[in-house]
């Protein structure tokens, strides 16, 4: 289970839910840092530094 803040290790699309059809919210790029808040399977939802909430894979996180 991931908890915490994760550092974003690739450019990666951040969806609206935790499904690859989910609308695509905006893309994030490599290095930024993003504050976990629940996880359903492969995808984390997680909380940007501006407060948005969405979901992303967790494939592209890397644990700091």
Known sequence: ?????DTLS????????AVT????MRTLHA???V????ESGMWLQVILPD?????????SLEKV
Do not use: C, D, H, M
């Open 1 to 5: 289970i991931y908890t915490g803040e």
């Open 51 to 59: 407060g948005t909430s969405g979901w992303l894979e967790q494939t």
């Open 21 to 24: 059809s989910a609308r695509k």
């Open 10 to 17: 690739y450019t990666t699309l951040f969806r609206s839910g």
């Open 31 to 33: 290095g930024v840092t």
């Open 35 to 38: 504050e976990i808040s629940s």
